[in-house]
């Protein structure tokens, strides 16, 4: 990555306008997964808050935030994210996604451990975790709040 310049202002542009929609449209706080496991765990009668700053001064926005409970949960995107499973770095500009995926995977690790020597429990799920087995992904947040809430 040249010195300076951001991945995302040397952003190239949407190969097509199928393409350019396809991506807008898996980009924002209210995706699928996201708001499937917000169902389930309202329904369990957790409550937290949603797309937030776990800690408000460091930039870094949580899924879902347990604040009591010192709980956060991340929803990780599989292509966005590079998911070990589902990524496949696009054929057009591969280099730039190769970088831009490396980027994100770099700065979530960066995030992770912040928030872990702040004292909370950081919690990262595959979107496809959510698509497969939304009950198992909804126990684990359960028993992580519930850990952090004695």
């Avoid at 169902?39 to 808050?49: I, N, S, T």
């Avoid at 960066?110 to 909370?120: A, F, K, P, S, Y």
Wanted: charged residues 35%; positive net charge; contains cysteine.
């Amino acid at each position: 990555m040249a010195r300076g310049s951001s991945i995302r202002a040397r952003a190239p542009k949407a190969s097509s306008p199928r393409v350019r929609q396809a991506m807008e449209a898996n980009y924002g706080p209210d995706l699928r997964p996201e708001q499937a496991l917000r169902k389930l765990l309202c329904q369990c009668g957790l409550r937290f808050r949603k797309n937030c700053r776990p800690i408000p001064e460091y930039r870094c926005t949580a899924d879902l935030v347990f604040f009591r409970m010192r709980v956060c949960v991340f929803v990780d995107g599989c292509f966005w994210h590079g998911c070990p499973k589902h990524f496949a770095c696009p054929k057009k500009n591969g280099s730039w996604w190769a970088e831009k995926i490396w980027a994100t995977k770099i700065r979530d690790k960066r995030q992770r451990r912040h928030l872990r020597l702040e004292g909370w429990k950081v919690i990262r799920v595959w979107e496809h975790e959510i698509e497969r087995n939304a009950s198992q992904v909804k126990e684990r947040i359960i028993a992580a709040v519930r850990r952090n809430d004695e």
